[in-house]
Structure formats: C-alpha cells, structure tokens
T-cell receptor, first 110, second 112 residues
Framework: QQPVQSPQAVILREGEDAVINCSSS?????VHWYRQKHGEAPVFLMI?????EQKGHEKISASFNEKKQQSSLYLTASQLSYSGTYFC???????????FGSGTRLQVQP | DVKVTQSSRYLVKRTGEKVFLECVQD?????MFWYRQDPGLGLRLIYF???????EKGDIPEGYSVSREKKERFSLILESASTNQTSMYLC???????????FGSGTRLTVV
C-alpha cells in the first residue's frame, strides 16, 4: 500500500516556507525524499533512518517519526529552483524496495 | 558522472508485440528496480533485483518479466504489450545497503 502524501499540490511565493507530509500504514525502517522536475528523472534528496532523526540539506530538511510512521519535508525560504514534484519513498520492515507516494506538486512563483 | 542509462527515451509499439526495455548502470550497484509512473499514481514498483539472476516481484508485476544476466544490466520485458501498459517507465539502482536511488531518464512507452 502506497504512503499518503499531503498536500497534493502547493503554490508558494519566493521566500515562503512549505511542509510536505508522508504517512504510512506499515512499520518503516527508512524514508527517502526525491524531487522530480518536469521531464526529468527523480533526484534523491535525503534518507531518514529508523531512530526519529532529522536531517538537513541546504534549506531543505526532514524529520521521521517512526512511532507514527510519518515523515515531513520542510522547505524554508523557497527558491524558484525548488519547483517540482516531491515524492516520499518508504522502506517497510522486511521489504527491500521503496514504495512511493503519489507526489506533491510544488510551484514557487516570483 | 555516474549514470543509469535507459536505451530509449520514446517508444511506440503495437498491441501484442513483445517489448524490451533496457537499463544499464555504471555504479556497480547491487540493486536495480523498474517502476512505472502514471499521473496521480506516483511511481509503482514492477520488479526489482538485488543480485545477478535474482529477481522479486513488485506491486504490479502482471504482464511483465525481467532479466538480469549481468550486474550492470536490468531488462524489463512486456510479453504481449497492451494499451494499459502505455506509461513512463523508470529504471533505478542503489547500493546493497539501501542508499538513495539513482534514476534513469525514463522511457515513455506508447502502445497503440
């Protein structure tokens, strides 16, 4: 079963912040985040492992709450280059491959 | 620059044809994956392989098969193409330790 992402779409002005959520019904040992620009391949952003850690990547960071099987991606002071579709990929305990959510389309306007 | 290369960017095939989609990676990754991407559905796993000649079914394997004879190459086979297999197909690879995936640019397949 695919993880549920919310919101499905969001429009921001440059400099605004956004949060994208990913929720799974399965016990997870890791969560990945990817960004896909139109017509391009998804690009890996970060991985969060079981242990409830928070990671950062420039102005993009994420958290993983393993008790709730939820992860959130935080984009602060958004830039035009942040536009794209963001996918979470979850690795359930005992499964070797990621299951991806349906994506969140993010558009940053000038 | 490390890469996952998919042999065709666009492909048009007729219903009933046998279709081969090829994927090659140059990172010596153990794991390779095939996903299909459809609007509103995200990426759905078709098959994956964690070693040469090893394969496991994903969530939507019906109508597909795979082959991995060499570590760097993972092929997706549509045994008898149907119109509902029109989609974007993405290949990816990762290390055995479960690190981030590197995706190919995709093959947009249209079955007419």
């Amino acid at each position: 079963q695919q993880p549920v992402q919310s919101p499905q779409a969001v429009i921001l002005r440059e400099g605004e912040d956004a949060v994208i959520n990913c929720s799974s019904s399965k016990a997870l040992y890791s969560v990945h985040w990817y960004r896909q620009k139109h017509g391009e391949a998804p690009v890996f952003l970060m991985i969060l492992l079981k242990g409830g850690e928070q990671k950062g990547h420039e102005k993009i960071s994420a958290s993983f709450n393993e008790k709730k099987q939820q992860s959130s991606l935080y984009l602060t002071a958004s830039q035009l280059s942040y536009s794209g579709t963001y996918f979470c990929g979850t690795a359930a305990t005992g499964r070797r491959a990621l299951t991806f959510g349906s994506g969140t389309r993010l558009q940053v306007q000038p | 620059d490390v890469k996952v290369t998919q042999s065709s960017r666009y492909l048009v095939k007729r219903t009933g044809e046998k279709v081969f989609l090829e994927c090659v990676q140059d990172m010596d990754h153990e794991n390779m994956f095939w996903y299909r991407q459809d609007p509103g559905l995200g990426l759905r796993l078709i098959y994956f392989s964690y070693d040469v000649k090893m394969k496991e079914k994903g969530d939507i394997p019906e109508g597909y098969s795979v082959s991995r004879e060499k570590k760097e190459r993972f092929s997706l086979i549509l045994e008898s193409a149907s119109t509902n297999q029109t989609s974007m197909y993405l290949c990816a690879s990762s290390t055995a330790g479960g690190g981030g995936y590197t995706f190919g640019s995709g093959t947009r397949l249209t079955v007419v």
